[in-house]
């Protein structure tokens, strides 16, 4: 599979668990939001893994599952720290790689993105 080792998993526990999946769903902000900026939001981000299950109702019908591995594990408050206070890591501002999470014009595309 061409998908990296995490997407397998979640992809391959979700269908096990009846949901259908599909992999690197792209979005971006509109072109028609206040805050859009050409430079800044033209390149597309992915959801790397949706889960739509067709039996159940409410916050478990759909899955949504960013999956991101760093060497060390995940320090939470490392990037809230990072985001919090605009540093670099890794050659781009800490915001950029929680987008969804941390600007307003990409949650609502997010949010576009994923079926109610």
Same mark, same amino acid.
């Given at each position: ?55 159940? #109702? ?5 899955? =949504? $599952? @960013? ?5 060390? *594990? +995940? %320090?939470?408050?490392?990037?809230? #720290? ?5 540093? =670099? $890591? @890794? ?5 950029? *790689? +929680? %987008? ?17």
């Amino acid at each position: 599979m061409k998908e990296d080792i995490l997407e397998q998993m979640v992809d391959e526990y979700l269908q096990h668990k009846g949901y259908f999946t599909r992999h690197n769903i792209k979005f971006r902000p509109a072109g028609d939001h206040a805050e859009y900026n050409t430079r800044q939001d033209a390149v597309h981000s992915d959801i790397d893994v949706i889960g739509i299950h067709p039996r159940l #109702d409410g916050v478990r019908r759909v899955m =949504v $599952v @960013s999956c991101k591995s760093w060497q060390g *594990g +995940f %320090r939470p408050e490392y990037w809230i #720290d990072a985001i919090a206070n605009n540093k =670099v $890591v @890794s050659g781009r501002e800490a915001w950029r *790689g +929680f %987008r969804e999470l941390t600007r307003e014009k990409w949650a609502a595309a997010f949010m576009a993105t994923v079926p109610s």
